[in-house]
C-alpha cells in the first residue's frame, strides 16, 4: 500500500515537473516567436525607411508625412503580426483540443442537436421549449439526448427508462439542483434553500426535516385542516357576496386561496384578500412574479460560460435586488414576531399555536435566512397547486359531462347535514381523484421540474454524463407519449379508475411530483389543498363563461413560462347553488 502511495506520488510530481517545463517551454517559444515578427517587420521598415528618405523628391513636409505613413503602417503591421501570434498559439491548441476531444476521446456524450438546430426548433414554437425538447428527442435521442449551451453540457432524460436511471439508479449522482448563478449570489441563500439547495448535504436536510414536521408530514396536514377550511369558506362567501353573476379570474381567486392557507400554516396571517383583487394584492403578486421568480430564474452569462464568474458584477446587483425584495415582503413581520418573543418568552414555546416562523425562530435563523425560505416555500406551494386547479377547473366545464359526474359524487359521498363539505371524506370520491390525477398527467405543472445537476461524472448506457452538467427529465414528453398512455392528448379520467398508478415516483410514466430524493415533499399538502377549493367551486356553484360561450370552445392551449399555464386566463361567471358550511 505505501509503495503504491509513493508511487503515485512520483508520477504525480513527475508529470507536474513535466508541466511546468512545458509551460516554460511553451512561454518562451511565445516571445521568441514575438521578437522575431517584429524585429522582421521592423527591418522591412527601416529598409524602407531609407529607400524614401533617398528617392522621395519634395518638402521635408512631404517627407515627413511620407515617414509618418510608414510609421502608421508598421504598427499596423505589428498588430497584425500579433494577431498571427496569438491566433497560432492560442486558438490553434484550442481548436485542436476540442478536435481530439470529439474524435478521441472515451467520453461520448448522448447524442443531441447542435446549437443552431436548438435555436430554429425553439423558435419555431414559442413558449413551448417542452414540446421543442421532445421533438427532438424523438430524432436524437429518445432515452437520452444532449447538448451544449455555451460552456454547458446539458442532458435531457425523455423516456420513463431514462427517468429511472436518473432518479433511481443514480439517484445519489443526480440529486444536485442546477439554478442560474444569480440565486446564488443572495446573502444567505446558500444556507437557507431548501428547494434550490446545491446539493443534499445537512442544510438541506435539516431543512427538509425541518419542513417535514412543520407542513408535510400527515400530522401537520391533519392539524392544518381548520386552517384549510376556513380559508376555502372565506372564499365561497366572497365570490356569493360580491360575484354572483358577475365575470372572476379563477388564477387569482384560487391564488389568493392557497396563498391564504400556506401563510396561515407559516406565519399565521393572509397575505392577499380573499379574492385576490385588492391593489394591494396586485402588487405583491407582481412582486412575488416579476420582482422574485422571473429575477432568480434567468440565466445570465455565466451560468452559459461558467468561466466568467470573476466579471459577473451584474447577477450580483441583481441578486442585491431580490434580497432587498425577499426582506420587504417579510421582514416586519418577522421582526414584529421575534419583538413579541422577547416580550413574553413563552410566545417561542407555545407548542399548541406554533407556526413554522416560531419554529425557525426557535432554531435561531437569521432574519434574512428565514426570509429567504418563507420566499422558496411560498413559491413552491401556491405555484403549481393554483395551476392545477385552474387545469382542473377548465376541464371539468369543458367537458361538463364529467362535471356532473364529479358534483353528483361529491353530494352523495362528501356533504353531510346542513350541505356542509367534509373535506375528509373527498378521499373516498374515486371519480374526482381520477380527475385529479389526470390533469396532472394532461397538464404537468412543471414539465422539466426543477433542473438536476450531475454531483460526479456517470456513465448511463454507455454514454457519459460529465460532472454539473445540467440534467433535466422532460416529465410532459413522458406523460404524452403515445408508447406509454393511449390516447395522451385527451382528458380520460377513467385511466386512472381501478389504476394502481400513482404520483408516488415508483411509476416512472407519472412523474407530477418528480421522483427520487429531490421529489417533490409537498404532494399531500397540494393534493388535500386543490380537492377542497375544487370541490367547493363545483358543489357550491353553477359556472358559466362570459358572453354565453359554447363551454366545448373553451380553448386549452398552454404557455410555459417557469411552469406550465394556461395560456389564456381562465373567466368563469358563478351562481350560488343552496347555502353552504366547509369542514
Ligand atoms: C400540484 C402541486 C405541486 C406540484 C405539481 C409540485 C411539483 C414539484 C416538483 C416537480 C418538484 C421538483 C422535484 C425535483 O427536483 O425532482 C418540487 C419540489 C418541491 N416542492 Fe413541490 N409541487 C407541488 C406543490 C407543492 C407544495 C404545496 C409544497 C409545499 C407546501 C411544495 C414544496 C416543494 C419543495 C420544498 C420542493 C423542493 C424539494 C427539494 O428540492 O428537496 N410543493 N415540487
Known sequence: MQAKLGRVGFVKKKNRARSCYALRKTKKKTVILFLFGWSLFRDILNLKKEHIESNTVGTPKRKVYESW??????????????????????????????????????????????????????????????????????????????????????????????????????????????????????????????????????????????GQNGVFSPKAIESA??????????????????????????????????????????????????????????????????EII???????????????????????????????????????????????????????????????????????????????????????????????????????????????????????????EGNKLNESLLSECQYFQACIKETLRLHIPGPFAVPHRATETCKINNYTIPKDSIVVVNGWAIQMDPNNWEDPTSFKQERFLNSTIDSRGTYFEYIPFSAGSRMCPGQNVALKGVQLVVASLVHYFDWSLPNGEDFSKLDLSDRFGTTLKKEKPLYLIPRPRGNYIVG
Open 69 to 210: 505613413k510608414l510609421e502608421s503602417q508598421g504598427i499596423v503591421l505589428a498588430a497584425a503580426n500579433m494577431m498571427l501570434v496569438l491566433y497560432l498559439l492560442v486558438l490553434v491548441p484550442i481548436f485542436l483540443f476540442f478536435l481530439n476531444r470529439c474524435l478521441f476521446s472515451d467520453t461520448k456524450l448522448p447524442p443531441g442537436p447542435n446549437i443552431f438546430q436548438l435555436l430554429v426548433k425553439i423558435s419555431s414554437l414559442p413558449n413551448k421549449p417542452h414540446v421543442a425538447l421532445s421533438d427532438l428527442a424523438k430524432i436524437y435521442g429518445p432515452d437520452l439526448m444532449s447538448f451544449r449551451l455555451g460552456g454547458q453540457t446539458v442532458v435531457v432524460a425523455s423516456s420513463p427508462a431514462a427517468a429511472r436511471e436518473i432518479h433511481k439508479t443514480n439517484n445519489r449522482i443526480f440529486s444536485g439542483r442546477f439554478l442560474p448563478s444569480v440565486y446564488y449570489s443572495i446573502p444567505g441563500a446558500m444556507h437557507a434553500s431548501l428547494v434550490m439547495a446545491r446539493e443534499c448535504n445537512d442544510t438541506w436536510k435539516n431543512l427538509r426535516s425541518i
Open 225 to 290: 385542516a381548520g386552517i384549510r377550511t376556513g380559508k376555502v369558506t372565506e372564499m365561497v362567501g366572497f365570490l356569493r357576496e360580491n360575484k354572483d353573476g358577475k365575470v372572476v379570474n379563477i388564477e387569482d381567486l384560487v391564488f389568493a386561496t392557497f396563498t391564504n392557507i400556506i401563510t396561515n400554516v407559516f406565519i399565521s396571517r393572509n397575505l392577499f384578500d380573499a379574492g385576490g383583487e385588492s391593489e394591494s394584492d396586485e402588487k405583491v403578486m407582481s412582486f412575488l412574479n416579476e
Open 294 to 416: 422571473d429575477k432568480a430564474t434567468s440565466f445570465g452569462l455565466t451560468d452559459v460560460f461558467p468561466m466568467l464568474k470573476g466579471v459577473d458584477f451584474w447577477s450580483k446587483r441583481k441578486a442585491m435586488d431580490i434580497y432587498r425584495n425577499i426582506n420587504f415582503i417579510w421582514e416586519d413581520i418577522i421582526k414584529e414576531r421575534r419583538s413579541l418573543a422577547t416580550d413574553d418568552d413563552d410566545a417561542i414555546n407555545r407548542d399548541s399555536t406554533k407556526d413554522l416562523l416560531d419554529v425557525l425562530n426557535g432554531y435561531g435563523f437569521p432574519v434574512d435566512q428565514i426570509a429567504i425560505l418563507l420566499t422558496e416555500l411560498l413559491i413552491a406551494g401556491t405555484d403549481s397547486t393554483t395551476i392545477t386547479a385552474v387545469w382542473l377547473m377548465a376541464e371539468l366545464i369543458k367537458n361538463q359531462e364529467i362535471l356532473h359526474q364529479v358534483r353528483d359524487e361529491i353530494a352523495n359521498k362528501a356533504i353531510i
